[in-house]
């Protein structure tokens, strides 16, 4: 099939810009909030819990009952199916039944004629707690052992004896916080009641059939009642993966049991206390190494504030593991993940999901080993990569395509860095105050859901006797492009433009049972589904031109100037008519499931990921030691995509992440006081990258390769990846605050995110040491 398919050569014309581009920049693009509401709608609050862990002792509603606009007040009892919105563990309640168990926990929902007289009425509940201990931090949970799930190990070789006999020796510890999604479009779902029982949803989710599938068992009803539709969001970044369950669910909660439609919009702050956040990890190491720098053993322990329920923390954890290695062999390596339940909201995806995590640890590794020789830390990451002869993870999968090492040389030469290098080092000895760092970092990154059975997709291909198309499938556009790239999938197939394609919302009732949009798979799994799909259309089409035209299959040919068969020629159009006219299904379900992945959760072994795709950034920076202050002055990427579906729409992909990324260990700080309560749960106290953070200098060059792996179009993924190039920032803004002790072997003590106060601790700390 590789040979004789069109999909697999180079798109025609690859660099389409987004679908929605027009519509989002005039204002036209369509989202759940901007539907026409009914004359009945009704608006959602919830009362939420004030406590991190308490007793419910008694609660009086009756004055929420009573305010102006109130319609109906529901609680766990309530609930006529299973009270649960989580995805795994069945351990996250829709209402607090009993107990809660952290702040801002779902108590109380309010049904109000308004979106303002539902939020005003859910603050007037009187809620009685019996407060029971609460564990917010990382320390705390693990003196009581509190754990989501036992400790898990990774592990080869002997790491134990090979530290021992290791020619050098050094450990370190060191935090990292977690992350707010902030998307622009916040939690959002509107429900409205069909007839006999049936419930249709507009819903702000990545993963429509998980919302379908909870929502049917939380009302009791058969899936094939509940259909949840998603045009677009705006923006997610895995915030909706599992966390837009809880809003579908108390709207269809209202509809199910007053039979009016129902909006629940989440207040903003609302959003930010009540929905999970990316993981905060605390990293312990103990390496050896020889004089190169080259690791001979390494213990690694990976802590984690999981939050209150399971969520997807084993996952994430579990890929922490897998990316502590990152491009580096490690001959004798023990990784511990310890997975710890807190009394604040449970963390859950984002963007990379753990990858960041388990790779920042390992570069920050690659740092410590290099101020301990006295190194330039890129000598070391070079030492360390993978290479042949040391190709095999530790979790048994062997690295078929590593391209690190090419990548790694092509943009260390593009980037200058070595001049670069030494001008850093020379401003450095003349500036007392200011001071400057570079680091170049590279970046490989697993493809494919680790849950093996998740990797799966379907797609549905329609084809109109004009020959107009309309593509369905169950990936979800949030800005990332999925939809643009999978329609010219379907328009190479059939050799047509692509503005004949029509993109149609992403909905249950069209595509049954498909996986999340995550792990950033949703243009090789969708795209391969839709492609499968339009080809069954297309050999139909063939082999109905063959049988009228009278030549052989062979002899009929899309293209872009038309379809030819033997010696006739005809419009794409002119032949679907045809078609029809003599009876021809135009239409195809298609199904694509990842092939040759297997792994064993019990033994952390086997080829968990497809492929992998690989990127490296140079970041400079500089710093104000006496305020703490820096400023990131360039920046150059070398990315993989293997061979770009769509170079538009990667570019933007890569230049986002790596902001997002570089907020993530800069600005972005996610403070909980004592008691559990989120303190920087607004614009006002949380701090995104904004337009002054990026870079003067932003140069972003695509890696001119393809997948080994027979992806579509032999593209790799790109949602992810890029996200982690940002590590290049922190490595860099540690050799800048190393600079203010000139030739002192050690690396600063620096926690992520790398706030101005932060940065000042790190030099007092290395000054002291």
Not at 182 to 194: K, S
Not at 399 to 428: C, E, G, H, K
Request: charged share 20%.
């Amino acid at each position: 099939m590789a040979e004789r398919d069109p999909a697999w050569k180079v798109l025609a014309k690859p660099a389409h810009p987004h679908d929605s581009a027009h519509l989002h920049v005039t204002g036209a693009a369509r989202y759940a909030d901007d539907g026409v509401e009914e004359p009945d709608m009704l608006h959602l609050a919830f009362g939420q819990s004030a406590e991190a862990h308490a007793r419910i002792v008694a609660m009086d509603l009756a004055a929420v009952r009573a305010a102006e606009g109130v319609i109906a007040v529901y609680t766990a009892a309530d609930i006529p199916g299973e009270n649960n919105v989580g995805p795994v563990a069945h351990d996250d309640q829709l209402l607090a039944d009993g107990v809660v168990i952290s702040v801002g926990q779902p108590v109380f929902l309010v049904a109000a004629t308004s979106q303002r007289a539902a939020r005003m009425a859910a603050r007037l509940g009187k809620v009685a707690y019996e407060p029971l201990p609460a564990l917010v931090t990382i320390e705390q949970a693990r003196a009581a052992d509190s754990l989501i799930e036992p400790t898990q190990r990774m592990a080869r070789g002997d790491a134990a004896g090979a530290l021992a006999s290791a020619p050098h020796r050094t450990s370190g510890a060191f935090a990292m916080g977690g992350q707010d999604h902030f998307y622009l479009e916040g939690q959002i779902a509107v429900a409205t009641p069909g007839e006999d029982g049936q419930i249709h949803l507009l819903s702000s989710t990545q993963h429509p059939s998980e919302v379908q599938h909870l929502v049917a068992h939380m009302l009791g009803k058969p899936s094939s009642d509940v259909t949840v539709e998603v045009r677009r969001m705006g923006g997610a970044f895995g915030g909706k993966e599992t966390q837009a369950a809880l809003f579908a669910a108390a709207a269809a909660l209202v509809v199910e049991k007053t039979g009016r439609p129902a909006k629940f919009r989440c207040d903003r702050d609302d959003d930010m206390v009540m929905t999970g956040k990316r993981h905060e990890f605390e990293v312990r190491y103990d390496v050896g190494f020889d004089d190169a720098g080259r690791i001979a053993a390494l213990a690694l322990h990976l802590a984690t504030r999981c939050g209150a329920t399971a969520d997807l923390s084993p996952a994430i954890c579990d890929r922490a593991m897998f990316h502590a290695d990152n491009c580096y062999f490690l001959p004798h390596v023990e990784i511990l993940s310890e997975r710890l339940r807190t009394n604040t909201v449970s963390a859950t995806a984002f963007r990379g999901f753990g990858g960041p995590q388990g790779m920042l640890a390992i570069e920050r590794i690659m740092d410590d080993v290099a101020a301990r020789l006295g190194l330039d830390p890129l000598d070391v990451r070079i030492a360390n990569l993978y290479g042949p002869g040391r190709d095999v993870t530790q979790y048994g999968m062997t690295v078929a395509d590593n391209i690190a090492p090419q990548m790694i040389a092509r943009l260390r030469q593009t980037s200058d860095y070595d001049a670069r290098r030494r001008a850093v080092a020379a401003f450095n000895a003349a500036s007392p105050v200011l001071k400057k760092g570079i680091a170049l970092t590279p970046v490989k990154f697993g493809i494919s859901f680790t849950t093996t059975h998740l990797n799966q997709a379907g797609a549905l291909v329609l084809v109109y006797a004009d020959g107009s198309i309309q593509i369905n499938h169950g990936g979800t556009e949030m800005g990332q492009g999925v939809y643009i790239k999978v329609a010219q999938v379907v328009a190479d197939v059939f050799a047509v433009p692509v503005t004949q394609v029509r993109i149609t919302a992403t909905r249950t009732d069209k595509v049954p049972n498909t996986s999340a949009t995550a792990a950033s798979s949703g243009a090789d799994l969708n795209g391969m589904a839709a492609y499968n799909a339009a080809t069954a259309v297309r050999d139909r089409l063939t082999a109905f031109a063959a049988r009228t035209f009278g030549c052989d299959e062979g002899e009929v040919r899309f293209t872009p100037e038309g379809v030819i068969a033997g010696g006739e020629r005809l419009t794409f159009g002119q032949l679907c008519r045809k078609a029809h006219i003599g009876r021809v299904s135009l239409s195809s379900t298609g199904f694509y499931a990842t092939p040759d992945i297997a792994y064993d959760r019990d033994a952390h072994h086997g080829r968990p990921f497809y492929y992998f795709a690989y990127g490296a950034a140079v970041a400079e920076v500089a710093i104000d030691t006496l305020t703490g202050e820096h400023k990131v002055l360039a920046v150059d990427i070398l990315h993989d995509v293997g061979r770009s579906l769509n170079p538009v729409i990667d570019l933007g992909q890569i230049e986002g992440g790596f902001i997002q990324g570089q907020g993530w260990l800069t600005t972005e700080e996610l403070v909980f006081d004592d008691k559990g309560r989120l303190l920087t749960h607004s614009p006002a106290t949380y701090k995104i990258p904004t337009a002054s953070d990026r870079p003067a200098r932003f140069t972003v060059s695509l890696w001119d390769g393809e997948n080994v792996e027979p992806t579509i179009n032999r593209s790799k993924a790109v949602g992810e990846p890029p996200f982690m190039l940002a590590i290049s920032v922190f490595s860099a803004l540690n050799r800048a605050i190393a600079a203010t002790v000139p030739d002192k072997r050690a690396l600063p003590p620096l926690d992520a995110p790398a706030t101005p106060e932060n940065v000042l601790r790190a030099i007092a700390g290395h000054r002291a040491t």
